[in-house]
């Protein structure tokens, strides 16, 4: 993993980004960082226009998105149109939204709907790449529904996450194999046990993770993008963001 390829996934700070003002304030700190490129999503509303000029300022590249769950399955022309205009060719359906993951049918029409806009995207020269939470380690007629994605499509690839295949009962490691050629994509999040023996998001490197394993196998299966993520932060969080960043290049970068 070279330090180019790590990336900071803009939800992290999506209270800091609700205006204009707010997103070229946030990104100039995150470039202050290290980092040199962003996966865009939970913020506010900006021209996609706008939104390159202050990208393009700051010396950041777009590399992923993440887009509206609805939006990805029934409008992804839309998806496609979005995409050009930030010059970025990886986006990921975020969250099964109004998805039944109990149910073999509702999980079936997903799938179908996942790889038929994923169709659309790879004509276009875009991949549509799937985000896991822990829901999606559930089984489902004896396989889990995250095996049963991509067993059942060809227009999708995955981003995994790393909290959450934890989280769910799978392990990392195996799952950065088993896409090997499908894994352009991902979410560096750390997993640490409060002492209220809670699960709990932290900064890389502070939690149990064994990232020195992780990564080796993302790369080995060609990773393109390790984005770091922390859907709850202790304090400001482009704090956190820039102590997950010291780690990984202080101890992973090769």
Same mark, same amino acid.
Request: hydrophobic share 35%; aromatic share 8%; proline share 5%.
């Given at each position: ?42 913020? *506010? ?124 009962? *799978? ?84």
């Amino acid at each position: 993993m070279k330090t180019t390829q790590i990336a900071a996934q803009l939800y992290t700070c999506r209270d800091l980004l609700k205006t204009p003002a707010d997103i070229a304030k946030t990104l100039h700190r995150i470039r202050e960082v290290g980092y040199t490129a962003v996966q865009i999503s939970g913020m *506010g509303p900006i021209p996609e226009e706008e939104l390159n000029t202050i990208l393009d300022g700051e010396g950041l590249v777009c590399c992923a998105t993440h887009e509206a769950s609805d939006g990805i399955l029934n409008s992804p022309e839309k998806v496609v149109e979005r995409l050009q205009k930030l010059r970025c060719k990886y986006t990921a359906y975020p969250y099964p939204a109004n998805v039944d993951l109990g149910s073999e049918a509702s999980v079936d029409e997903m799938i179908s709907k996942l790889d038929a806009a994923g169709a659309v995207l790879a004509a276009a020269g875009q991949v549509l790449c799937y985000h896991n939470h822990n829901h999606e380690f559930r089984k489902l007629g004896g396989k889990t529904v995250f095996e049963r994605i991509f067993a059942n499509t060809t227009h999708v690839q995955g981003e995994p996450d790393t909290y959450w295949v934890h989280f769910g009962g *799978g392990d990392n490691v195996e799952w950065c194999e088993r896409l090997a050629g499908r894994l352009p994509l991902l979410h560096l999040k750390d997993y640490m046990t409060t002492d209220e023996n809670k699960p709990n998001y932290c900064e890389i490197g502070a939690g149990n993770l064994n990232f020195a394993k992780i990564i080796p196998a993302a790369e080995k299966s060609g990773c393109e993008w390790f984005i770091v993520e922390q859907d709850v932060c202790p304090g400001d969080p482009v704090d956190s963001l820039a102590q997950s960043f010291r780690y990984l290049t202080e101890n992973l970068v090769s």
